[in-house]
């Protein structure tokens, strides 16, 4: 069958002889975020003519006024992944702490956790602009038939079996890795499939976008405005490009295509960063890395932070690698 028919489910099933000792859980829960993915995506796309825009009037454990759609994605990740007991733990940006699954027989005996940003970019719904979904997963540490703990989920990026995003973009695709490269699928959403459509996705070496909140730059550390001013500079082939959505997904995903760096720094306001690096972070950094691109802090790579915690904030820096290794430079000359 050529590529350009091949489905998500075809391509989950041929990619399971990666994984030697495979029983299948792996496709199994893949699987069952592409369902969920869908079910989501049904919601998204209709979000103007049914209630649920706005926010619900409570506050995460982030901080953050929840939108009704980040309640409805997370019920949906959470229940999809809890009632095809495929996990045997679930922690969510939604959640204050992680959720233990118990496997059919009662027991603990599922192998994996997964790490879910069900909406992200959440801000931008009522204005219909893309969102996204970002997903983690890695092996439990303790061992198979006892309840999952923390330390489950408070890995090492590099630790990491799979992750991906869903962008509800102009279309909607589900991108992810297993640590063999980056395949992309498009959902046809006349008949509710998605197929391959960008195989092997890589980011340029180079490229001219540069994508950061602008409106928080009195409050950047020096080496970011030092940065920016070069990003600005006529010299070469700058000034770069800005562009910034405010939906991490969706950012990333055109940069990936078209060559940029992504940049969520400290600032006074946000002294360890906004994004988190469990379910933000660490999965866009595999999938940088997968793709011939790079991600950081600023200073060290994003996937050899040891977590804290389950909420953990740190800066990042991501992208095409000669940008983001510029941008380091800048941030090595104020340790
Ligand atoms: P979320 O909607 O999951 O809380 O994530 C929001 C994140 C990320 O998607 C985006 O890039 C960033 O916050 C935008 O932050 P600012 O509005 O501060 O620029
Ligand atoms: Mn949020
Ligand atoms: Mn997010
Ligand atoms: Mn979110």
Redesign the pocket.
Same mark, same amino acid.
């Given at each position: 069958m050529s590529q350009k028919h091949t489905t998500l489910g075809e391509f989950i099933i041929d990619n399971q002889k990666h994984f030697q000792y495979s029983s299948g859980e792996l496709s199994r829960l893949i699987n069952s975020i592409r369902l969920a993915a869908k079910v989501v995506n049904h919601e998204v796309n209709k979000a103007g003519l049914v209630d649920i825009l706005g926010a619900v009037g409570e506050t995460n454990i982030?901080g @953050?006024d929840q939108q009704k759609l980040d309640v409805y994605a997370n019920d949906i990740f959470m229940q999809t992944l809890t009632n095809r007991q495929i996990v045997c733990g679930v922690a969510s @940006?939604e959640e204050d702490d992680f959720v233990a699954i118990e496997s059919n027989n009662g027991g603990h005996n599922n192998k994996y956790v997964v790490l879910i !940003?069900p +909406? !992200? $970019? #959440? #801000?931008n719904v009522d204005v219909n602009v893309s969102v996204g979904t970002i997903f983690s997963i890695y092996h439990r540490v303790t061992p198979i038939g006892t309840p999952v703990q923390l330390e489950d989920f408070l890995q090492e990026g590099t630790k990491q079996v799979a992750a991906g995003y869903v962008v509800y973009g102009t279309s909607t695709m589900l991108v992810y890795t297993t640590g063999h490269g980056v395949n992309g699928f498009t959902l046809n959403p006349a008949i509710g499939t998605f197929y391959l459509s960008h195989p092997n996705m890589s980011f340029p070496d180079d490229g001219n976008i540069y994508s950061i909140?602008e409106g928080n730059y009195v409050h950047f550390p020096q080496g970011v405005k030092d940065y920016l001013k070069f990003c600005q500079e006529e010299v070469d082939n700058r000034p770069y490009t800005s562009r910034y959505i $405010?939906? +991490?997904v969706s !950012?990333f995903h055109r940069n990936m295509i078209k060559g940029g760096v992504y940049l969520?720094p400290t600032s006074s306001k946000a002294p360890k960063g906004? +994004?988190r690096l469990l379910y933000e972070c660490n999965p866009m950094a595999f999938l940088a890395e997968q793709a011939n691109g790079v991600a950081t802090d600023g200073y060290k790579r994003i996937m050899e932070i040891k977590p804290t915690e389950l909420h953990q904030r740190v800066p990042f820096f991501c992208g095409s690698k000669n940008m983001v290794a510029d941008a380091e430079g800048f941030m090595a000359m104020y340790p």
């Open positions: 982030q @953050e @940006e !940003d +909406l !992200d $970019g #959440s #801000s909140n $405010g939906s +991490l !950012d969520y906004k +994004l």
